[in-house]
Every structure is written in C-alpha cells, then in structure tokens.
C-alpha cells in the first residue's frame, strides 16, 4: 500500500492510498478515523478522481460520523475515565 496524496478537508487529515486494484481514503480526527475503500472498477482510479467523489456533502457526513464516534466514545467511558482523562497512572509503589 502506498500513499499517492492527501485532500484538503477542514479539521482533518485526509490520506488517499492505493494497493493493487483499489483506493483506500482515510479521515482522521484526533482518538478517530474512518476509511472508504473504492474498487478500481468504480471508475475511482486516481487521486483525481477521488477529488472528485469527495465534495463538500461526503465530508460534512464524515464530520458527523466523527461527532456520533466521539459521543460513543464519552458515553461508554466511566466517570472516572472522564474526569481524569488519564489511563496511564500508575499506582504509587513505596
């Protein structure tokens, strides 16, 4: 799989990838991520015509897919978890 370019969306980084007969378009936000796979045979060959697929109304679905994630993610999260924000501690060994 290689990187063939990056789009232009407001508050994320957008990567395009290509591997063999398909194109892989991956969004990511902060803790999240979502990725479209396009076979080669949908007439989505190039970083261009990905361009041209992802408009202003795909991004804005994406945008709300992350918002629905991070909803998920807070509700299943303890209120523990929240109110530190850390999982890393440590307990303190003496």
Do not use: C, W
């Not at 508050?11 to 398909?22: A, H, L, S």
């Not at 697929?53 to 807070?74: N, S, Y």
Request: aromatic fraction near 10%; glycine fraction near 8%.
């Amino acid at each position: 799989m290689r990187i063939i370019g990056y789009l232009e969306t407001p508050g994320m980084k957008t990567t395009v990838f290509k591997m063999d007969n398909r194109l892989s378009v991956k969004f990511e936000t902060g803790h999240y991520e979502q990725t479209y796979k396009f076979r080669s045979g949908e007439g989505i060959d190039t970083l261009e015509d990905v361009q041209a697929l992802i408009g202003e109304a795909f991004v804005r679905e994406v945008a709300r897919l992350f918002r629905e994630m991070h909803k998920t993610r807070i509700h299943a999260s303890t209120p523990e978890q929240i109110k530190t924000g850390d999982s890393d501690d440590f307990e303190e060994i003496l």
